[in-house]
């Protein structure tokens, strides 16, 4: 291993060596390719952005990372280790959280419950002493229902606490589906679309939530978002997809300058 | 008050203990419903298995003695022992763990995925495999399953009861093995509740219920939560398998009550333990008063083979989520 490369943002914080690293990965599905040998890594601390037209790959890409997809080709490197091919809940059990494009929440479960969920990685305790509701299994609970309520502060979710989160409208439902993610303390959070479909103010809102989960408790983070405006103010790098290929790569500004993108984004002028 | 005011209660009374039984079917269905969508067939099998196996266990009875016979020419039958009641429970309920895991390693891991109709017939198809099997370990005869509960009429309640309702009254009847059914079913139910709320197991079976993407994003194992799910629902499956093999026997038209737990679901909704028990009393309670006030004056008897299908199938017309089941909102 060559010795882990630090660097600084433009705004004071410090950026590690790779978390996760992809490389050369392909993910068919038949003869469909939906990503083609793409290869980035996810730096420790930092927020990185997947962005592209719609159909290029990148919730394809969330799935690979955290293993709901297996790619033909490639490797994903996980702290400079290669991984094996692991089922999703064991990739959750190493750490890695995510959110929904479309809100995969426990819709019949109150708001404090679905966050409780997202502490299971972290609880211990075998069946047993469930069953008989001794030892272990009870404080176990006091003390992560505490790191519970300490999230739904950070979200300001608290007059929720106890609604189903089937009746919420959309946006605090993707607070929550954020809330269960956070509770898993990963150290990478996979955010999917976290501001799709919300408006102005509510984008705003959750621009700092993802800010202050990465200021404040240091957590990596990848996430897919459409917003150009959104993406260039809050994230540090940037990979660009567009038909399964990555055509551009790093800081918002080499990437807003870069030729292919352009074209991607706003066509090409065929002559 | 006259003599029959106080039949009809006593009819009441007995039919709430009937109810009680068709609930603990019911349950069965509902908790493996609710965790993996698949409406389980077998329950009424795996109560009848559940039942043959404690009797088995506890005479002492060679497993598939018949094919050991036949291969080998010699007779054995019994080993010759009594096993203490508890301790058969305790083996019975080893026999049903296994079987949850035969379960999900021999069909659910390979169906996930899958159509719930395909997922159905394959339900089917272990309850009839699961009936011969039953048949061919432990031999079709009717036996006698007696775990200690004491049964027929209750004589304390009667004598107590006996003055309410002047000379042609007698107290009320009613069997005390059905007065143990209630109890212990109350008690399963409250246990049921209190680990599907207060536990992380509880929680993650909740969860895996809701959303099978979500649940294995946070970390849950499918496998594992249905091999806790189809053990829980074998358990289950014991209590109402004793309950009503103490009952009627140990027999092979016990895994019929499995279509009589249909109705019970259709009126309580799929999806609600609450709505299999009060499903269940509502059957019981409605078919004997049915019986009582409509059936034997004016229609010559017979009505509690059909009553519960009839009641169900008004409850398609106009509720068809079931009283408790969960209303289907999709936001739009």
């Not at chain 2, 007698?170 to 069997?175: A, N, R, T």
């Not at chain 2, 189809?230 to 092979?252: D, E, P």
């Not at chain 2, 679901?265 to 008063?289: D, H, Q, R």
Request: with cysteine; charged share 20%; aromatic share 10%.
């Amino acid at each position: 291993m060559n010795a882990v490369e630090t660097f600084t943002t433009p705004d004071g914080r410090t950026i590690g060596g790779p978390v996760m690293e992809m490389r050369n990965i392909t993910l068919r599905f038949g003869g469909v390719v939906a990503i083609k040998d793409i290869s980035f890594d996810i730096r420790e601390g930092e927020i990185r952005a997947i962005i592209g037209p719609n159909g290029a790959g990148k919730s394809s890409m969330l799935n690979v990372i955290n293993g709901f997809y297996h790619p033909q080709e490639g490797e994903v490197f996980d702290h400079g280790k290669k991984r094996a091919p692991m089922r999703p809940y064991q990739i959750a059990h190493q750490g890695i959280a995510r959110t929904f494009q479309n809100i995969a929440l426990f819709k019949g479960m109150s708001t404090l419950d679905n966050i409780m969920t997202g502490r299971l990685t972290h609880m211990k305790s075998g069946i047993l002493s469930h069953i008989l509701w001794k030892g272990k299994a009870e404080n176990e609970e006091v003390v992560n229902r505490e790191k519970v309520e300490r999230i739904i502060d950070f979200l300001e979710i608290q007059t929720i606490r106890k609604t189903p989160v089937g009746r919420l409208p959309y946006g605090l439902q993707k607070r929550v589906e954020l809330g269960r993610a956070l509770a898993a303390e990963p150290k990478l959070l996979l955010l999917d679309e976290p501001m799709a479909g919300m408006n102005v103010e509510e984008k705003e809102d959750m621009s700092r939530f993802i800010l202050d989960v990465n200021d404040e408790f240091g957590t990596t983070i990848a996430l897919i978002e459409h917003d150009m405006g959104v993406v260039m103010d809050i994230a540090d790098r940037v990979v660009v997809m567009d038909y399964g290929k990555k055509i551009g790569d790093g800081t918002p500004d080499e990437v807003r300058s870069n030729q292919d993108v352009i074209d991607a984004y706003l066509g090409v002028a065929h002559d | 008050m006259p003599a029959g005011f106080y039949f009809g209660i006593e009819v009441f009374l007995n039919g709430l203990m009937a109810g009680v039984m068709y609930s603990l079917v019911a349950l069965g269905f509902v908790l493996i419903f609710k965790a993996s969508g698949i409406f389980n067939y077998a329950q009424g099998v795996m109560a009848l298995f559940a039942a043959l196996t404690l009797v088995g266990l506890q005479n002492g009875q060679v497993p598939f003695a018949h094919l050991i016979n036949a291969i080998f020419g010699t007779e054995v039958h019994h080993f010759g022992w009594h096993l203490p009641v508890f301790f058969a429970i305790l083996l019975t309920l080893g026999v049903m763990v296994l079987f949850a895991f035969l379960v999900e390693k021999l069909i659910l891991k390979h169906l996930v995925n899958q159509e719930p109709i395909i997922l159905f017939m394959a339900c089917i198809g272990l309850a009839y495999f699961m009936e011969g099997f039953g048949d061919l370990m432990w031999g079709s005869e009717i036996k006698k399953l007696d775990v200690g509960i004491p049964q027929g009429g209750n004589f304390w309640i009667e004598e107590v009861t006996s003055g309410l309702g002047g000379d042609g009254f007698y107290g009320f009847y009613l069997d005390t093995l059905d007065i143990y059914a209630t109890v212990i079913a109350a008690l399963l139910v409250i246990s049921l509740v209190l680990f599907s709320q207060y536990t992380k197991t509880g929680r993650a079976l909740r969860a895996v219920a809701d959303d099978h993407q979500a649940a294995l994003s946070v970390g849950i194992s499918l496998r594992a939560i249905w091999v806790i799910v189809w053990t829980i629902a074998g358990f289950v499956a014991l209590v109402a398998g004793i309950m009503w093999g103490s009952k009627s026997g140990v027999q092979f038209s016990l895994s019929l009550i499995a279509l009589k737990a249909l109705p019970v679901l259709m009126l309580g909704g799929f999806t609600s333990i609450p709505g299999a028990i009060v499903g269940g009393l509502i059957i019981g309670v409605g078919e004997k008063m049915f019986e009582f006030l409509i059936g034997v004056p004016f229609l010559g008897g017979a009505t509690e083979n059909w009553f519960a299908y009839m009641l169900a199938l008004m409850f398609l017309v106009f509720r068809p989520q079931g009283l408790f089941g969960e209303k289907i909102i999709e936001r739009v």
